[in-house]
């Protein structure tokens, strides 16, 4: 335990170091007089510009080569994109779109509702990344050129959510067969014109729809792993804006840029472990792993004060999904002396070993070594293996893991995209097949409302009984993604729904 206390007091000590280092000075770049291009710093290469392989992080990369069906708003109501109007049967069964009229893929070929047939049916077939999001559909039918029925087995609540994510970014039907990790097909407002190791570089699209509201001549995208380095490339005016963690607010307010916060956080950081493993095939193990973990001491040591608020649960505590109970229950609590009973119980009191795999990224390695040593106290030897990000993200894609830390979307496409992905089989998170007796019963429940009121219930119900079974992934907190721009950047949203196609970058 003393060894866990050190190791926290350092992590927490290098947080504060790090976020105090230039508060002393707070030159940023002046920017130029002409600006037609907006450079932004992230933390990762993307692994795959193709919506159907993609990791959900990529989404707001992807969403600049391909529109979407619908547009998620950011108080979560949907707005027109590709489908100009919708309209729902009383039952709320049956979906019917039409199309915005006029537009055309990038390669040529006309955006309409055979395409968006052809891209829904492929993708019900199976080998994407969301098509067990749309396991409800039932069929989708061309009615005409502009207008698409899709009937589903059940509610469709979920599927405004699902269509303004990944499976409604429509591609190109010559190229749905094509590997298109590193080009477009779609009909978004940029094309991509450079992928080549730490950039990316996008061009505003003549041919987009809505050409015309698109307020930048490009986007170009540089990667800098190091949180520090991205930091110091923006406050020189290398970059307009760039993607910051909670302990560098301090520092980036002590300047003249501005910091960029969502009202509501959409992801949470999380362990998730594979069931197909023996030792995380048994609920007292997991149950055991779960109190094991001080999640407020990884928070603090990791985030700061209020850079991600430690819950056991995936939800926003602003989200209708979430639930004060959750993290009330004795299952969420820490409690390291119950845990090593648990372990004793399974017959594994003497531990056992495993890989964790996380990024090379500063968060994940520090939360690597904080489980480390929280696990160590009930006897799981845990070996952390940093990976580069896409064979990071290759790895959990294929459920080629003991265990792996990550960041997750808590409620896109939609909160029932948390019980798909890790509590249902077939999840594209759930590589062991785990299989809770009832939860596809109370997703479907919670599904059959269209409003959250009546959603919440079930969902409550559904996540109490996941959490005391011990869930494969294992919340630690949930947390806002934040990021710091210049001053003459104008109306930047840098959420995972956004396109780039409302911001602007002024002269200076």
């Known amino acids: 335990m003393r060894k866990l206390s050190r190791l926290l007091a350092i992590l927490a000590i290098s947080a504060l170091t790090a976020s105090l280092a230039a508060c002393g ?3 940023t770049g002046s920017g130029s007089d002409e600006r037609s291009r907006l450079t932004i710093g992230a933390a990762a290469v993307p ?6 392989r993609s990791a959900p992080y990529e989404a707001q990369w992807i969403g600049m080569l391909y529109d979407t069906l619908v547009q998620r708003a950011p108080d979560g109501t949907f707005t027109p994109a590709l489908a100009e109007s919708w309209t729902l049967s009383e039952d709320a069964r049956t979906l019917d779109l039409t199309l915005r009229p006029g537009v055309t893929f990038q390669d040529g070929a006309p955006f309409d509702a055979a395409a968006v047939k052809a891209n829904l049916d492929a993708s019900r077939a199976g080998g994407t990344n969301f098509s067990g999001q749309l396991t409800n559909i039932e069929s989708v039918e061309a009615v005409d050129e502009r207008q698409v029925r899709i009937r589903l087995t059940d509610s469709a609540a979920p599927l405004l959510g699902v269509l303004a994510g990944e499976a409604g970014m429509i591609i190109s039907p010559a190229s749905l067969g094509e ?3 590193q080009r477009s097909a779609g009909a978004g407002p940029y094309t991509l014109d450079r992928f080549e190791g730490q950039r990316l570089q996008f061009t505003a699209w003549d041919g987009y729809w809505n050409a015309s509201a698109v307020r930048v001549g490009g986007v170009d995208l540089d990667v800098f792993i190091d949180d520090s380095a991205r930091l110091r490339a923006l406050r020189s005016g290398q970059l307009d804006t760039a993607f910051i963690i909670p302990a560098q607010v301090r520092e980036v307010e002590s300047t003249d840029l501005q910091v960029a916060r969502p009202d509501t956080a959409e992801s949470f950081w999380g362990v998730l472990v594979n069931t197909g493993r023996r030792e995380f095939g048994d609920p007292l193990v997991r149950q055991a792993m779960m109190l094991a973990l001080d999640r407020t001491a990884i928070a603090r ?9 430690p819950s056991a649960q995936p939800f926003d505590p602003n989200d209708w999904a979430h639930s004060d109970e959750l993290d009330a229950l004795p299952a969420a609590q820490y409690d390291p002396a119950r845990a090593r009973q648990l372990m004793a119980q399974a017959g594994l009191s003497g531990g ?4 964790l795999q996380v990024g090379t990224a ?3 390695t520090q939360i690597g070594q904080i489980l480390q040593a929280q696990w160590g106290e009930i006897g799981i030897r845990v070996n952390v293996r940093p990976m580069e990000n896409v064979q990071f993200v290759t790895a959990r894609r294929q459920g080629d893991f003991d265990g792996t830390v990550s960041v997750y979307l808590n409620a896109r496409p939609d909160q029932s995209a948390v019980v798909r992905n890790f509590y249902l089989p077939g999840g594209i998170f759930n590589p062991g097949g785990y299989d ?7 997703l479907a429940e919670s599904s059959s409302s269209l409003e959250p009121e009546g959603r919440a219930p079930a969902m409550h119900e559904l996540m109490t009984n996941v959490l005391n079974d011990g869930p494969p992934i294992m919340p630690i907190c949930v947390a806002p993604r934040l990021a710091a721009y210049q001053p003459y950047v104008q109306d930047l949203d840098m959420t995972l729904e956004t396109k780039f196609t409302d911001v602007a970058v002024a002269s200076s």
Not at 47 to 52: I, V
């Open 362 to 364: 500063q968060n994940y």
């Open 25 to 27: 000075s707070s030159e």
């Open 47 to 52: 692994s795959s510009l193709d919506p159907r």
């Open 352 to 355: 056992f070993d495993f890989e």
């Open 436 to 442: 809770l007796p009832g939860t596809a019963e109370l």
């Open 301 to 309: 040591a990791v985030f700061g004060e209020d850079g991600c608020t």
């Open 179 to 181: 590997d298109l990790s």
